[in-house]
């Protein structure tokens, strides 16, 4: 049984197998195609995508039934069982046509390469709501070590998408859900994220409920920080951090008192301060 290979270390090579792996669904020869056993295939636990629309899943079943399977899965071999890599809707969708087999690539690849790879496939194809993005992104910083430049590389979007992706991070966990299911935008969310957790949950309910654009939530987030002015950082201080950290693409503080103050920037790696001191000779 042949495999092919998707191993290597070291960025380039990483991101060279995901492009390769990508190009899978639509350039797949007969003879690297194989027919496996649709009950030997588990899922990958680092599947970035937690929400699957029934719909969307049965459409797709009714299309393989007619036109049969196109593009086949990409899985990896794990003792006498197989890991999915790409293509879950396909692998449920089959699943759902109670069949016993299905069309499959199988390469060698360890789990960093495996776990990039269903990540980074799932984010280029645009599959992903914008929670599930920033979730699958941090991922790859916290668990693989990552930049934000070199996620940026691998998703093939700027840096500063990349950083404002991860931010939603900090939202609370009914605005988490309520991305998740597109109760709200990425516009909502990014709102509030310079309020505490509790009021981040207030208003967000509040804009689930009114159905608020955008603008109004905003409004609400303002309105939000002068009443508690007392308790909570200034209005215009909150907004100015929040504009900084839009600007730079990095998480900034201020801190100021009727003696003046000071800005903390926070960065991760050297490369991401690199970015940040780019983006600031730019504005001067």
Known sequence: MSKRKALGSGLDSLLSSTANTSKLDVNTNESETLSIPIHKITKNKHQPRKVFKEQEIKDLADSIAQNGQI???????IGNQYELIVGERRWRATQLLNKDTINAVIIEADEKTSAVMSIVENVQREDLNPMEEAESLKRLIDEFEMSHDDVSKYISKSRAHVS????????CAFGKDQLRIGAISMGHA??????????QTKIIKEAVKRNLSVRAVE???KSNQKASVNTHKDPDTAILERQLTDLLAAKTLIKHTN??????????????LQGI???IRKIV
């Open 219 to 221: 409004s609400l987030c």
């Open 190 to 199: 990014r709102a509030v994220l310079s309020l505490a957790i509790s009021e």
């Open 277 to 279: 001191i780019e983006k």
């Open 259 to 272: 003696k003046g103050g000071n800005i903390t920037i926070k960065y991760r790696t050297m490369n991401e």
């Open 71 to 77: 593009a086949p899965v990409v899985v990896r071999e």
């Open 164 to 171: 404002n992706l991860i931010r939603l991070n900090e939202l």
